[in-house]
């Protein structure tokens, strides 16, 4: 890493105290346009802890997301937990059904486990509609009738900078180096000695316990759910468009996708509501056609972010000191 | 030269003295094809062993059954004389076996450095790991030219070069490679073998499956020949290039 991102990175820990004061100043919409693009930025950076490390692109996130909104519902809804208590016990349910689902699902490759995620995610949002003893069916829930804005926003806040701070933790480390090597090439992975299974396991497991969270805080913010809202294949394709047009397994690029998504899909659907979603589809077109390495990439190309894995430069680091084979001469005076 | 029979049995009564790699009498397949019949194979210390046989033979299942990537339904592996046969893969290439798959399988979007840092990623030691760095360089100067080439962009030969420091990196003392001349020109399989003879000088043990099997029974000190998955010839590589059946049957003459 080299001084100039050090420096902006070093901004980041300022737009956090920023981000927890603003509720002192902020009211009503502007306070919740916030909230959505911690939530948006979220759910970005929890995908990309799976798919943008390891290449396995997952169409079914949504499923942790409306799972962990579902278990704030029923606690907080239905037999009034206290929603402090039911958003983390959301996570943990979360957590605890992706270790089993994980070492099922990764076992498929490529568009398979994409299309297995896909049917992971149908399948969760068919038991919330079908199992109405427990999730009260196709009626939905009525999570609260207080509208606890600061509340939420402050969670949304602190669970963002949690897995920021983890994004950050496995772009720097031998767990997201070898996370790295499944997405260039999982059998040559394997041949390094890379426990694949692990790894991958592990990456899924992480990357689900965020929305797992973030679909809990959103379940106690909106005030209802039901199977279609919560579990609604916008989230998946939207974790998906902004981690792409941000940058695919790096440390920046679901922060920088969010945000833009966050504003341009607020602005269409405050002036275009009938449009807004077509718009997602053009987003789509439009990035895997111009920037299909994400903004991030661009930026690098241009030299104006220059971010380096530290863990990857220990050799070049070492070889930078000494010249070249073909470039020694020879020192005589 | 020895029939197979005799082999095993005189296999039986060797001892392991010396024995980095043993294969027993394995049975292995895909699902429900079976590709070996009780194939066996042995490789002592510093040898350079090749496997060799037409296409289909069973010879990369070999290297797949060694590294626990395909588990056999019959018989077990060996290594300095522990069974590895149930280990999981990451598990026996820590063990110290290196591994350079079939098709110079390097990672396109990194450099040739990030390659050879990510082939030692289990090395904290960073004067061990700057000591192989050393090696892989001396091994294949051009891979020090073109340090910071992306790997994705180089020529096949050099692309198997990098595949195969990249395997040094962790200082493995036994290392299997699955047909490292496939697909190269010529110019690049004598410099590929010559590294690898290099590697044999140095103390490293090797097994190498290849479908070139001149060249591959010219460099072995001994070679095990597969046909269907069984056992067909063995014996030391001089003996199998001068056997008659051997020459017509995989030498074309």
Redesign the interface.
Known sequence: MTMRSKLRLGALPVIGVAAALAPLFLAGYRLVFFLLMFLHVGLAYSWNLVSGFTGYISFGHVAFFGIGAYVVGILSGIHHWNWLIAVPLAGALVLVISLPLGWLMLRLKGPYFAIGMLAVAQATALVASLWDGLTRGGLGIFVSSSYNVVGVYYGLLIVLAVVMGVTYWVDNS?FG??LL?IR??E??A???????TRDKILAFALSALFPGLIGGLYAWYIGYIDPRSVFSLFFSVNMILMTLLGGAGTFLGPLIGGIAFTFVVESLWVRFPEYHLMSTGLAVIVIVMFIPNGIIDVLKKRGWLTHRRRI?T???R??ETTP???AEVPERV | MKSTSEEQRATQTRGTDGTVLEVESVDAGYGEMKILHAVSARVDRGELVSIIGPNGAGKSTVLKCILG?IKPTKGRVLFKGENITAN???KI??SGIG???QGR??????SV??N???????VRD?AR??GN?ERV?DLF?VL??R?KQMAGTMSGGQQQML?IG??LM?GPETILLDEPSLGLAPRFVDIVFEGLLRMGQEGITMVVVEQNAARALEMADRAYVLEFGRNRFEGTGEELLNDERVRRLYLGG
Do not use: C, N, W
């Open positions: 031998r180096l070898r090597s260039e090439d059998s040559a394997e041949a390094m000695g890379v426990d694949t990857l220990r050799l070049i070492s070889v070249q084979k073909k | 990537l999981a893969p990451h290439i820590a591994y350079v798959p399988i390097v990672f396109p979007d990194m450095l990030e050879l840092e990510m082939g030692g990623f289990t960073k790991l700057t760095l360089f100067p020090d030219e340090r595949a990249r395997a962790s």
